[in-house]
């Protein structure tokens, strides 16, 4: 999770200057802002606590949609550009986002084919 974090994070600097941000100045920022935009869904991993798949599937989409509304408000601020262009650059943000989550389930299903999976055992 925290790899995808960082990649998020080098993703938001690496976009900066074609939205028109200053990103030169705090090179850490769009760590930063990636870091502050997952908090809710990390946070959110309390509710597996209590194992019922609805209530989990409900709590995490809130925790995205959270999530989500942080990075576009938190976008002008931190990266200092105006809110026009936030809306552009969020949604790209959300579609790499979603690249390295897909990313991440696919990696972990080629391990889990090449033997490191978890071994379920009748009992």
Same mark, same amino acid.
């Given at each position: 999770?925290?790899?995808?974090?960082?990649?998020?994070?080098?993703?938001?600097?690496?976009?900066?200057?074609?939205?028109?941000?200053?990103?030169?100045?705090?090179?850490?920022? %769009? +760590?930063?802002?990636?870091?502050?935009?997952?908090?809710?869904?990390? $946070?959110?991993?309390? /509710? #597996?606590?209590?194992? *019922?798949?609805?209530?989990?599937?409900?709590?995490?989409?809130?925790?995205?949609?959270?999530?989500?509304?942080?990075?576009?408000?938190?976008?002008?601020?931190?990266? %200092? +550009?105006?809110?026009?262009?936030?809306?552009?650059?969020?949604?790209? $943000?959300?579609?790499? /986002? #979603?690249?390295?989550? *897909?990313?991440?389930?696919?990696?972990?299903?080629?391990?889990?084919?090449?033997?490191?999976?978890?071994?379920?055992?009748?009992?």
């Amino acid at each position: 999770m925290l790899v995808g974090v960082f990649a998020l994070g080098y993703a938001i600097n690496w976009m900066a200057k074609t939205y028109g941000a200053k990103e030169e100045h705090v090179p850490s920022n %769009g +760590i930063a802002l990636a870091a502050y935009s997952c908090t809710p869904l990390f $946070l959110a991993g309390f /509710a #597996l606590l209590y194992p *019922v798949p609805w209530f989990n599937a409900i709590v995490f989409l809130v925790a995205a949609c959270y999530g989500a509304w942080l990075m576009f408000d938190g976008l002008p601020i931190v990266m %200092g +550009i105006e809110k026009d262009r936030a809306v552009m650059y969020a949604g790209a $943000l959300l579609t790499v /986002a #979603l690249v390295i989550l *897909v990313s991440t389930r696919v990696g972990s299903v080629l391990l889990w084919n090449l033997g490191v999976g978890p071994v379920f055992i009748s009992g």
